[in-house]
């Protein structure tokens, strides 16, 4: 759906709010006892099994959304879920945590600090970015709260021979408390949205120097032969594993050099999203959420070079002030 607008100029659809066509959904097995949903580039979710628990990896947006995937999973196995693991603050990976009934829901101290300070407007913001994704928000109780957080590492024992999941702090990336998953027996990663496999990235709540430095360093060091990101297929191999960090890495650095040439010579945030655009789209423009993405992401890194280093908070009136500002 295009909007013609009178004096003549084509409207984008707002953010993702015109994509309406449900994905098909791929449970797949990565290793004895884990599991991966992909979904053509919706959030993937994944889950772990311990010895006579489960570990399940992202919640999706509503209950409704998660009670789906849990159909899915109970096809392979009927162990109650122990742990939910919430890889950072957004809503689209937390608002469901209610279907999973998990004693313990873990996440870095940083996105308990996150969602206590936006994790109201992030609610509202995505709903109105991400219409598809909140199947029956009616469902959603309200805010989810980890019951355990940490700030470097917490490892989980699986427990009967299965080895450990630990989850570690890569430092700031996507947002400033994301964390991954790491089976180091199995060599499988739940990255997040620390890294995208063919999807395109969000960064409107990132650091972007530090997530394309250290931060991807780290993950990187991890030698994960299998890689699961926020969206995407399943990277297998380590080849596909690097192309996967490879991508995130090269979107970044993209921005960096387009909004950060426009910012030092004193141009406008107007001028820094077309660069980034005409930049990005060759290799990046066809991959799901990049139109939707891209006005935040620029305008995140605007203020990050601007010296603006706590991201502001998104709220559906700044989205909408944005969008129509770069995107029309
Ligand atoms: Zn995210």
């Known amino acids: 759906m295009w909007l013609i607008g009178h004096d003549g100029w084509v409207a984008k659809p707002f953010a993702s709010s015109a994509d309406t066509a449900d994905q098909t959904r791929t449970l797949e097995l990565l290793a004895d006892g884990v599991y991966a949903l992909t979904a053509q580039g919706d959030p993937n979710v994944g889950a772990v099994e311990g010895e006579d628990f489960l570990v399940c990896i992202e919640a999706l947006a509503t209950p409704v959304a998660a009670a789906g995937w849990l159909a899915r999973l109970r096809e392979h196995t009927g162990k109650p879920v122990r742990y939910l693991v919430l890889s950072h603050y957004h809503a689209v990976r937390t608002l469901g945590a209610a279907a999973f009934q998990a004693p313990v829901i873990v996440a870095h101290e940083q996105t308990r600090a996150l969602i206590a300070e936006r994790g109201e407007q992030d609610w509202h913001s995505e709903l109105a970015r991400m219409p598809r994704l909140f ?6 109780p309200g805010l989810t709260w980890p019951t355990v957080t940490f700030t470097d590492q917490l490892t989980i024992q699986l427990g009967g021979g299965r080895g450990e999941l630990v989850l570690r702090y890569a430092g700031r990336g996507h947002t400033a408390g994301d964390l991954v998953a790491w089976l180091p027996r199995q060599r499988v990663l739940f990255a997040g949205d620390l890294v995208e496999s063919q999807a395109a990235l969000y960064t409107g709540d990132a650091f972007h120097a530090d997530w394309a430095g250290p931060t991807l360093d780290a993950v990187a060091g991890l030698g994960a032969e299998t890689l699961v990101g926020g969206r995407g297929a399943v990277a297998r191999g380590p080849a596909a594993v690097a192309a996967a960090i490879d991508q995130t890495r090269r979107f970044l650095a993209v921005m960096r050099q387009q909004v950060g040439a426009v910012h030092r010579r004193g141009g406008s945030l107007a001028e820094a999203f077309a660069a980034s655009h005409a930049a990005l789209a060759p290799q ?15 305008s995140r890194l605007w203020d990050e070079l601007s010296g603006i280093d706590w991201p502001r908070i998104w709220t559906v009136q700044r989205d909408r002030e944005v969008w129509d500002q770069l995107q029309r």
């Open 284 to 298: 990046y423009g066809r991959w799901p959420i990049f139109e939707h993405c891209l006005p935040f992401n620029v």
């Open 135 to 140: 199947q029956e928000p009616a469902s959603v």
